[in-house]
Structure formats: structure tokens, C-alpha cells
């Protein structure tokens, strides 16, 4: 099952990117986690018929250009807030498409504000706060930049057929 999750994740995650920001990305499975003294992470948390943690790590060099892409203006006029704006409305976009593709259509589930999380301790931290491991890790190439994706799902739950 953490193969066709991972599937899910990554095929959700590419969609929303190329949709959402006009950046495609790739995956890339041989690299090792995110270098995080140059990134920043984006948290999203939700609870349904079961609940957990979506966390996207991407590099620092990637943000000026996901807003940019997103407001449709030149990267240096994007500001920090707006790079994390961008960040959280990105992810908030891939939870909310991942859940169904996951539980189905009919399920329904509530959804946090997503959070920014800067500084290498605090992403840190916030990856190994919980209880289990990831149900899915996707890795990508975006831009020639790094992103990581983690999925941690509290509990048992059933992929919808």
C-alpha cells in the first residue's frame, strides 16, 4: 500500500504544482532528504475517518518563484510573506486533492490553516514529533530545486478503490 500512496502523492503533487504554479516537477528517489538550513516547511494537519500531517519541505531557492508564478509578477517582487503565502496555499491545494484521491469522494474531512515552519530545528522538530513514521515520502525535482513531501497518517486507514 505505501507504494500506491506514494503514487497518489507524487501524481497529486505534480498535478497541483503544474496547475497551480506552472512548475513541473520530477521525482527523484535516489536523493537524500532536503538540506534544511536552506529551506522552509509548510505544515497542514486534517482529521476525518482518519487524521495526520501533510509537511512540504522545499529549498529556500524555489519560494521567489512559486509566488511569482502564482501572482504572475517577476520573482524579485515577490516579499517573504508572499513566498510563504504561496508555500501554505500550495500545500493547503495538495491536502485537499490528496484526501479524496486517498479516502474517496465522499469522505469528508476538516482541514487546518496551514503554518509555516522556518529554521532547521523547527522543521526538525516538527518531523520527528510524531508517534509513527511517514506513511509516504515523495521527493521531486522542481526548477532544478529540491521538495520534499511527508505524509503522516495517525491510525489505520483503507486506500478508496
Not at 14 to 29: H, I, R, Y
Not at 121 to 136: C, F, L, Q, R, T
Not at 138 to 154: G, P, Q, R, W, Y
Amino acid at each position: 500500500m505505501s507504494e500506491q500512496l506514494k503514487e497518489i502523492l507524487s501524481r497529486v503533487a505534480g498535478e497541483t504544482l503544474e496547475k497551480l504554479a506552472f512548475m513541473f516537477s520530477f521525482p527523484e528517489d535516489e536523493r537524500g532528504t532536503i538540506i534544511l538550513d536552506s529551506a522552509v516547511a509548510a505544515t497542514i494537519s486534517f482529521v476525518g475517518p482518519f487524521s495526520g500531517t501533510l509537511v512540504m519541505t522545499v529549498s529556500n531557492q524555489l519560494l521567489p518563484e512559486l509566488a511569482a508564478n502564482m501572482l504572475g509578477v517577476d520573482d524579485e517582487e515577490t516579499t517573504l510573506d508572499q513566498q510563504h503565502d504561496a508555500l501554505k496555499e500550495t500545500i493547503n491545494i495538495i491536502c485537499g486533492n490528496l484526501l479524496p484521491a486517498i479516502a474517496g469522494k465522499e469522505v469528508v474531512f476538516n482541514i487546518d490553516a496551514p503554518v509555516i515552519i522556518a529554521g532547521v530545528e523547527a522543521i526538525k522538530k516538527v518531523i520527528e514529533d510524531h508517534d509513527n513514521k511517514p506513511a509516504s515520502i515523495v521527493k521531486l525535482n522542481i526548477e532544478e530545486s529540491e521538495c520534499d513531501l511527508l505524509l503522516f497518517i495517525n491510525g489505520k486507514f483503507t486506500l478508496a478503490s
